[in-house]
């Protein structure tokens, strides 16, 4: 019998069980070839390999035309551990961040990890301390809301088994398709409302109240919450702008390693300037970003951007007026 060609970066063959293991649908040469970069040869390789390590990896039926490949009946839970630098990074991102429900589940979800790594947990605890130490964080002056956790798990649960909600929002009651909570300097809840038609709205998570799950369900269609969320420069949507910008040289160095857009594109010209092209919605925020770039930033297109960033800065400067 020919022996099946091996892969030998026994590092990458560890990290492809995990990462197979983690999926309950298993996974395709595809995203083998997306996530370690390597040709399609090349990750059949890897599956064979690990095959052979693992005789309990089998083909898994899905609803693609694709072949998927994942564990069957076994776990590798027990070949599992988190290093300090990985519970000090959870624990970093735990401090980090102004909200309260979060901070609370992450701080439950370390607690859990914590209680995985019982071994030499002793000497994870120092290192994961001497992390903190050396790795500190800047003060972020951000908005704090007060959201009820009950409403939280209620989106959840209703974004999870495609139920209706309903509730109070804005002193009015509203029939929401709830499709996905987006993070940022506040939670928003991303949803259809019954009495607007099939348009997508974005709600603010802590001004509801009394919200419930209806035994309705609906249909979410071909919604992609991160194709969704790409279309937009921050949370709002609105018509889309090809927008062009312009860094100056003393800000080459700190533009090129910036990530402005998922649809960006970055191209140094002659004159030892940075040009950032890339396509969203969300002109307000846009603007937002580019004052904080100083004089260095122009907007070269479009043209109605620069109008509004024009009357933007003229208005901040005429309200200070005696």
């Not at 095959?51 to 694709?66: G, N, R, V």
């Not at 910036?258 to 004159?271: A, C, G, M, S, V």
Request: net charge positive; hydrophobic share 30%.
């Amino acid at each position: 019998m020919e022996e099946k060609p091996r892969y030998s970066r026994v590092s990458d063959i560890l990290d492809l069980a995990i990462f197979m293991s983690s999926k309950a649908q298993g996974i395709t040469i595809s995203d083998i070839m997306q996530r370690y970069n390597v040709s399609r040869r090349t990750a059949e390789r890897m599956r064979d390999s690990l095959t052979c390590i693992f005789p309990q990896i089998d083909e898994i039926e899905s609803d693609d035309k694709h072949k998927h490949w994942g564990f069957i009946n076994y776990s590798l839970s027990q070949f599992v551990t988190f290093t300090p630098k990985e519970i000090a990074n959870i624990e970093q991102y735990q401090r980090r961040t102004s909200n309260k429900e979060l901070k609370q589940e992450l701080q439950t979800t370390i607690e859990k990890i914590k209680t995985l790594n019982k071994k030499n947990k002793s000497s994870i605890e120092e290192n994961i301390e001497l992390y903190m130490q050396t790795e500190g964080y800047a003060i972020r002056q951000m908005p704090q809301y007060k959201i009820n956790t009950d409403i939280l798990i209620t989106i959840r649960e209703a974004i999870q088994n495609s139920k209706i909600i309903s509730g109070i929002y804005h002193n009015k009651k509203r029939i929401l398709e709830p499709l996905g909570l987006v993070y940022g300097e506040k939670i928003y809840l991303i949803a259809k409302e019954k009495s607007k038609g099939k348009e997508i709205y974005n709600y603010l998570l802590h001004k509801f109240e009394k919200l419930e799950i209806t035994q309705q369900n609906f249909d979410r269609g071909d919604f992609n919450l991160e194709k969704y969320t790409n279309l937009s420069f921050g949370v709002y949507h609105g018509k889309i702008l090809n927008v062009k910008l312009s860094f100056s040289k003393e800000l080459v160095s700190e533009a090129s390693q910036y990530r402005f857009h998922p649809t960006q594109k970055l191209k140094q010209e002659q004159d030892g300037s940075l040009t950032v092209t890339f396509k969203a919605s969300g002109d307000k925020e846009i603007i937002w970003h580019i004052f904080k770039w100083g004089k260095g930033c122009k907007i070269l297109a479009p043209k109605s951007l620069q109008k509004e960033y024009k009357n933007y800065l003229y208005e901040c400067i005429s309200s200070q007026d005696p």
